[in-house]
């Protein structure tokens, strides 16, 4: 099988790449820039550059490869940065998203689209696939809004929505965990907040549930996450005290001591006995992914 990635070379693209060639499919990474992926000597690996908010690069992309399924990971994610460039954040997280479905469809492929907590409001916590979205942000509407049209997708179609990932990041920006050590390391103080509620995912977790869709051909809406309940402020803590790091240097805020163009939703964090049962997805707990974050092995 053939599998178009697009984000490849970010945080997440890495390791469903990484897993995927594991596996023993063909790969056809994309990204609007140069590859920074380290396997370009695998037989099944191919990349090529495609600014998916540009049709015709997709179209150009899609006739010359020809792919069986499209994992859509792609996205402008910084809630901030949506929220101060609507028009930026429309285009690729929606627009983008559209571009890939037209092409997508004349293929008839399968298309996974990575999707977020941030289309609830965060007003319950545990949400299951059914529940109604109500996004607080406009990153978490444009998100919303390019689910909506994958739903209506007229071939094998999946949403995996996530929360809060981390791991190493071997490609792709620091996550929460890279963060506090880095600024730990230097001796400066970090404020993380203490009255968000999440469910962290393991990065190498959530490869591994997005690649039981495409195995399964699982269609569907499919939240794939960690099972601990935590904030921000007590993974910041385990951080440290993992790293043997200064514990003292890290300082629990609230949302309100922040002024952030975006809104957060308070209390996310997701019911994952659906992914369970249908995708036989089983996440470590934090305190191991922690561990792995900063283990040698990748």
């Excluded at 809004?145 to 990932?165: D, G, H, M, N, Q």
């Excluded at 975006?262 to 996440?283: C, D, E, W």
Aim: glycine share 8%; charged share 25%; proline share 4%.
């Amino acid at each position: 099988m053939k599998v178009l990635i697009t984000g490849a070379n970010g945080f997440v693209g890495y390791y469903v790449t990484k897993l995927l060639l594991e596996k023993g499919y063909q790969v056809i990474a994309t990204g609007r820039g140069d590859c920074r992926l380290p396997f370009s000597k695998e037989h099944l690996f191919s990349y090529y550059q495609m600014d998916f908010t540009d049709a015709v690069s997709v179209k150009q992309v899609f006739e010359k490869t020809e792919p069986d399924a499209v994992i859509h990971s792609g996205a402008v994610s910084k809630p901030d940065e949506c929220e101060l460039n609507k028009e930026k954040a429309w285009n690729i997280n929606v627009q983008g998203t559209i571009n890939l479905l037209r092409e997508a469809e004349n293929l008839k492929s399968f298309f996974l689209f990575v999707s977020t907590d941030f289309v609830f409001d965060g007003e319950k916590g545990m949400y299951r696939e059914e529940d109604i979205p109500l996004p607080v942000n406009y990153y978490g509407e444009t998100k919303l809004a390019a689910e909506k049209e994958v739903l209506a997708y007229p071939y094998f179609w999946s949403i995996v929505r996530t929360v809060l990932v981390y791991g190493k990041p071997l490609t792709g920006r620091d996550n929460l965990l890279t963060i506090v050590k880095n600024k730990l390391e230097k001796g400066e103080e970090y404020s993380v907040v203490n009255d968000q509620v999440r469910t962290p995912t393991y990065v190498v977790d959530l490869a591994q549930g997005i690649f039981s869709v495409i195995e399964k051909k699982a269609e569907g809406i499919f939240h794939i996450s960690g099972e601990d309940v935590t904030t921000p402020y007590e993974m910041a803590c385990k951080t440290a005290v993992l790293l043997g790091l200064d514990v003292g240097l890290i300082k629990e805020v609230t949302a309100s001591s922040f002024s952030q163009p975006a809104m957060r939703p308070p209390k996310t964090g997701f019911n994952i006995q659906k992914a369970k049962s249908v995708l036989g997805y089983h996440p470590v707990s934090f305190d191991e992914g922690l561990r792995k974050t900063f283990s040698e092995k990748d």
